[in-house]
């Protein structure tokens, strides 16, 4: 038996509808269109670690400030473990304390995951979706001038080299 009212379409199927497509798009042009520039060098010296001794009147700033250059600019897993064991040899030079040099290489290891969504990961220059990558020859030359500009610009960096 057919039914003989007219049949009453609303527009909630249709809204529905169209609410899902746009926020599939929104998630889909989001994820897609990432900021892939690199971001103007900086550095806060040691991060969330001392950037001297209180007790010894070491400095061990400019080991960090490198290791920032490094961080900030990003590239392989195998170029944050040479930076990383650069920012210990450092250490450990300037101060003759291996104790507290690998304390920081061992907290940089730890911490400095290009994963977490922090301000001092490995690659922090780029997007967090950039993860571990090797630079291109046109990224590399964009970093170099990105520091040529910093060391122009910045009169009084975070830790004198």
Not at 12 to 30: A, H, I
Not at 99 to 123: D, H, K, Q
Request: include cysteine; hydrophobic fraction near 35%.
């Amino acid at each position: 038996m057919s039914s003989t009212f007219p049949r009453v379409v609303t527009a909630r199927p249709v809204l529905g509808r169209v609410c899902r497509v746009l926020v599939l798009f929104s998630v889909v042009t989001v994820g897609c269109t990432s900021d892939s520039g690199l971001a103007p060098f900086g550095s806060d010296g040691c991060s969330l670690f001392p950037d001297s001794s209180l007790i010894t009147k070491d400095v061990w700033c400019s080991c960090c400030f490198e290791h920032d250059l490094d961080y900030w600019r990003g590239g392989t897993y195998a170029q944050r473990e040479a930076a990383d064991s650069r920012l210990k040899d450092c250490v450990a030079n300037k101060t003759g304390n291996k104790a507290l040099a690998r304390l920081m290489y061992e907290g940089v290891r730890i911490g400095g995951s290009p994963y977490f969504y922090n301000w001092y990961r490995w690659g922090y220059g780029w997007s967090y979706e950039r993860k571990y990558q090797a630079l291109t020859p046109e990224e590399r030359n964009l970093a170099d001038s990105l520091v040529e500009n910093y060391f122009a610009t910045v009169k009084q960096p975070v830790c004198p080299l």
